[in-house]
């Protein structure tokens, strides 16, 4: 199947800083990215929809101020956790959809974010 | 909301196929059935999915009831890297649709 990557695969940051991660595609050209999150024992929680050159749709309850996402390219989507806290530590996954035709998402291999 | 019901959790010998249910009544005319697996600490991994024919791939087996009410995703040898927590999804397979994860799930494969 197609590949995804994510950056970084792990991240410590300060309370009150901000964090970014990256979601490539790296054989493909993604039209339509996804970011879930998912909590300890817990199952994937969409949080928003981006496609590539326009803004994206947030699920009900997620901040689009506290989560910037953007995807300017065809292979990169990035999400930016903004003023970090200890309770938006978890694990986030992006996923990726090709545009022409085919419907499967491809999942990356997740981000664990731990806020200090 | 998810639109399906599986056990928390199946126990599955080596080697014996792992045989997880899944419910889905309401399931629409034109709603598939996926199938994804999530191995602790990693991304979901894409299984299979079919509509209303049995389907099978390398991976695994997927039979749907006639009535597409309910199916069963057959691994037909599990291996201990089975181990994983399965997740059952219904969506329209177009453009742009989302996947709705549900609790999924825990299959431990024992030696």
């Known amino acids: 199947g197609a590949v995804v990557s994510q950056h970084p695969s792990w991240v410590i940051c300060k309370s009150g800083t901000s964090v970014k991660i990256e979601c490539r595609s790296l054989?493909?050209?993604?039209?339509?990215m996804f970011w879930y999150r998912q909590f300890p024992k817990q199952s994937l929680m969409l949080m928003a929809t981006?496609?590539?050159?326009?803004?994206?749709?947030?699920e009900q309850g997620v901040e689009k101020d506290k989560f910037l996402i953007n995807h300017a390219s065809l292979t990169l989507s990035t999400l930016t956790v903004t003023s970090a806290h200890p309770e938006d530590s978890s694990f986030y996954i992006c996923s990726a959809r090709a545009g022409s035709g085919g419907n499967e998402q491809f999942f990356g291999p997740g981000t664990r974010l731990t806020v200090l | 909301d998810a639109k399906t019901t599986q056990p928390p959790s199946m126990d599955c010998a080596e080697g014996r196929a792992a045989n997880l249910p899944c419910n889905h009544s309401t399931i629409s005319g034109n709603e598939y059935v996926y199938w994804y697996r999530q191995i602790h600490s990693q991304g979901p991994q894409y299984i299979i999915h079919?509509?209303?024919n049995n389907e099978t791939n390398e991976m695994a087996s997927l039979i749907i009831t006639e009535d597409r009410k309910s199916s069963t995703l057959i691994l037909p040898h599990a291996t201990l890297r089975d181990t994983a927590v399965y997740y059952c999804?219904?969506?329209?397979?177009?453009?742009?649709?989302?996947?709705?994860f549900g609790a999924g799930t825990i299959l431990r494969v024992k030696s």
């Open positions: 054989d493909f050209q993604a039209t339509t």
């Open positions: 999804i219904v969506r329209v397979a177009w453009e742009g649709n989302k996947l709705v």
């Open positions: 079919g509509l209303k």
């Open positions: 981006s496609n590539e050159g326009s803004k994206a749709t947030y």
